[in-house]
């Protein structure tokens, strides 16, 4: 896969006649981590689309069709693949509408919810050993 620069954003090839480039920055989370994450619009073009879009075909673009992808990324990735989203340095919050979740913040766990989830994770631990221990499938296509 060979990336380009187009406007100032990452051109992703995706195929031999697909591309991606960033278009909008639709909105910013929090990720489970703390740290900040955007919803980035990818345009997904065709190469026959990107000439018309350029000039260098001068036929009718009326069969083709404009499609997007939606993708969250985080704050690295959107400073390295499409920096022209940020808008010069900006501090992209103000930007952009964060997305929060309505009513009041989330209350810490309780110790009920603490043991209910560690018997979860202890079920599943056991359940993934079973699988490894008694499946005909080797370990690394498990794993992998």
Avoid: F, I
């Amino acid at each position: 896969m060979v990336n380009e620069r187009r406007e100032g954003g990452l051109l992703v090839h995706l195929g031999p006649q697909l591309q991606a480039y960033p278009q909008e920055l639709l909105r910013q989370r929090r990720g489970p981590d703390g740290t900040p994450e955007y919803l980035v619009r990818w345009r997904v073009v065709g190469a026959e689309e990107r000439a018309v879009d350029s000039g260098g075909g001068g036929g009718s673009s009326a069969g083709l069709r404009s499609e997007s992808v939606a993708m969250w990324l985080s704050a690295e990735e959107v400073r390295a693949g499409c920096p022209a989203l940020l808008g010069g340095g900006e501090q992209v919050g103000t930007q952009v509408k964060e997305e929060r979740a309505p009513g009041p913040p989330p209350a810490p766990p309780d110790e009920a919810s603490l043991l209910e989830m560690k018997a979860d994770v202890g079920s599943l631990v056991r359940r993934a050993g079973r699988q490894l221990a008694g499946g005909g499938t080797p370990a690394s296509s498990v794993l992998n």
